[in-house]
């Protein structure tokens, strides 16, 4: 993911770039080809919603790749909508490139990628109490196995799995990209442990999210669903008051939960429950 979620190199990239490709990619990282349509940079990456992070229409010519043709367009004036998978028209695409001697971009974006993964170990590494919630992000990465499935909700949770969670080999991530609609990350891994039961399935959901469809934990007991749930608990909705602070001035209206012992919640339902606060025995705790 990228941007307001991830790396704040993105949207100065994404920014500066003169021509964009706007792939239908959802949830997956950006990626980028040094390559040029007519000598110019491109970039694929999701459909990003932040659009104060894009380019002024105007100041970049886009290309955007999309499995519905209803939302060519949809946050960016295009020059050529490219109906199709992602996949196969990156493919198709890839031979008509040329190749770009001048790596100044691409070596750009690399460098502040560095940096920012500089400072996500340092916050992932953070011993301050009371413990931040990307410490447990960061040790729960080091956890998952290759083939793992990691649903996560919407919120501040949604940044700090973002940051902090690599996909990598056959690894599987759900979020609602779309609605950012809370309360999906536990059903999402109900699902998937029910379909795969053999692999890892994660939740990584916030307190806000797991209140709000809590009795699904009698659905994880009564089927037996191997399902680990790791819950960041602030006794608040996180993002929604950001974003009062940011856009409205600070109100803080009604975004502050009733706080909930969720390990004796767990225990009520039959499963196991553990409290982390120590930063230092997180990754304990986690295994």
Not at 259 to 265: L, S
Request: hydrophobic share 40%; net charge neutral.
């Amino acid at each position: 993911m990228s941007g307001g979620r991830a790396s704040p190199s993105a949207p100065t990239s994404r920014k500066q770039a003169p021509i964009r490709i706007s792939a239908a990619t959802r949830a997956s990282p950006v990626q980028r080809h040094q390559c040029s349509l007519g000598g110019e940079d491109q970039e694929q990456h999701r459909s990003f919603p932040y659009i104060e992070y894009y380019p002024k229409p105007g100041q970049a010519r886009a290309v955007q790749i999309e499995l519905d043709p209803q939302r060519i367009g949809l946050r960016y004036p295009v020059e050529a909508g490219l109906v199709g998978d992602t996949t196969k028209v990156i493919d198709a695409l890839l031979p008509r490139l040329t190749y770009r001697e001048d790596r100044s971009f691409l070596e750009q974006a690399q460098a502040g990628m560095r940096g920012w993964n500089v400072l996500m170990e340092e916050r992932g590494t953070c011993r301050d109490m009371p413990m931040k919630p990307q410490v447990v992000a960061h040790e729960l990465n080091a956890l998952l196995r290759d083939d793992a499935i990691v649903a996560t909700d919407s919120g501040t949770i949604t940044t700090w799995a973002a940051r902090h969670l690599m996909m990598r080999g056959d690894m599987k991530f759900s979020c609602s990209g779309n609605l950012a609609t809370m309360a999906c990350g536990l059903p999402y891994a109900i699902a998937a442990a029910t379909a795969y039961p053999d692999r890892q399935v994660i939740c990584f959901i916030g307190d806000g999210g797991l209140t709000m469809l809590m009795g699904e934990l009698a659905t994880c007991m009564k089927y037996g669903l191997d399902v680990k749930i790791i819950v960041i608990k602030n006794n608040a909705l996180g993002q929604i008051k950001w974003e009062q602070m940011v856009f409205l001035g600070n109100p803080e209206y009604v975004c502050d939960l009733q706080p909930i012992d969720f390990t004796t919640v767990a225990k009520g339902f039959g499963m196991k429950g553990f409290v982390i606060e120590d930063p230092a025995r997180c990754a304990e705790t986690l295994r």
